[in-house]
């Protein structure tokens, strides 16, 4: 099984980067799929999930409304949109599968909110 995410970097105040994860290994449809994060000093947290399907999402409070989560299973890929940055959401974001067989995560990309 492998996670592979990309899209972290410096970003300024108020723009937005989009977050991607590509998934080996495994049978991609019938995980959830989830994006965590962890920012400096603190513990990690879910910031949001997606579904088998793609049609059931869930979002933390501190980032509903700003942040989007969406998969491709023709892709084995899940999303993570993230718009309107605040320098709180300054963090290290994992992608997390939870699938039948067991949980897995990837190595975490660097996102860096900062003007």
């Known amino acids: 099984v492998q996670l592979v995410e990309s899209g972290g970097g410096l970003v300024q105040p108020g723009k937005s980067l989009r977050l991607s994860c590509a998934a080996s290994g495994f049978t991609f449809s019938s995980a959830v799929m989830s994006w965590f994060r962890q920012p400096p000093g603190k513990e990690r947290e879910l910031v949001a999930s997606?579904?088998?399907?793609?049609?059931?999402?869930y979002y933390s409070n501190s980032v509903q409304g700003r942040f989007t989560i969406s998969r491709d299973n023709g892709k084995n890929s899940v999303y993570l949109q993230m718009n309107s940055l605040k320098p709180e959401d300054t963090a290290v974001y994992y992608c997390?599968?939870?699938?039948?067989?067991?949980?897995?995560w990837g190595q975490g990309t660097q996102v860096t909110v900062s003007s």
């Open positions: 997606v579904a088998r399907d793609g049609r059931t999402t």
């Open positions: 997390k599968r939870t699938g039948p067989d067991g949980t897995s």
